[in-house]
């Protein structure tokens, strides 16, 4: 009889152990992986926002300097002028990656930045890429001058 009480109060068997530890670390490396995939999707979730923001308010910027322009002229493939004393203009800088509007930038980090102005010199179409989590995405901002009297 003694001995059966001896054989209650044992403890774990070794392989009761084991097993505890397996199922333990599952159960961490589950937790572990979806920590990091919810990361990865936060910052995913931050550049789209951020790139958004960015397009945005430099279509604002942008539409409502055009709109206001009474005078639009491209010297170049790089440099657009708002107004006829040249002193409003956008520029492309840094190898076709920054878009500035008097110096101050409206689009960073871009790539194939391209500025047209048509013909009747109304319209400008900006167009650009913009990396992405998947690649990088196209993007264009039009932007039409206000007709001015008697245009």
């Known amino acids: 009889m003694a001995q059966r009480n001896r054989s209650k109060n044992r403890g774990f068997m070794l392989i009761e152990l084991v097993m505890g530890m397996l199922i333990?670390?599952?159960v961490l490396l589950a937790a572990a992986t979806f920590s990091f995939a919810m990361r990865q999707g936060q910052e995913t979730t931050n550049l789209m926002?951020?790139?958004q923001a960015m397009v945005r308010g430099a279509a604002v910027q942008l539409i409502e300097q055009v709109?206001?322009?009474k005078h639009l002229e491209q010297t170049d493939?790089?440099?657009v002028y708002l107004d006829e004393t040249?002193?409003?203009?956008?520029t492309i800088e840094d190898n076709s990656s920054t878009l500035k509007l008097n110096q101050h930038p409206l689009l960073q980090n871009c790539r194939d930045l391209t500025m047209e102005l048509d013909e009747p010199k109304r319209f400008l179409v900006v167009r650009f890429q913009?990396?992405?989590e998947t690649g990088w995405r196209d993007y264009a901002i039009c932007?039409?001058?206000r007709c001015?009297?008697?245009?």
Do not use: P, Y
Not at 86 to 90: E, G, I, R, V
């Open 148 to 151: 001015g009297q008697g245009g």
């Open 77 to 79: 493939l790089t440099t």
């Open 49 to 51: 926002l951020d790139n």
């Open 86 to 90: 040249k002193t409003s203009f956008l």
């Open 67 to 69: 709109r206001q322009a």
């Open 143 to 145: 932007a039409a001058r």
């Open 24 to 26: 333990a670390g599952v």
């Open 130 to 132: 913009l990396r992405e």
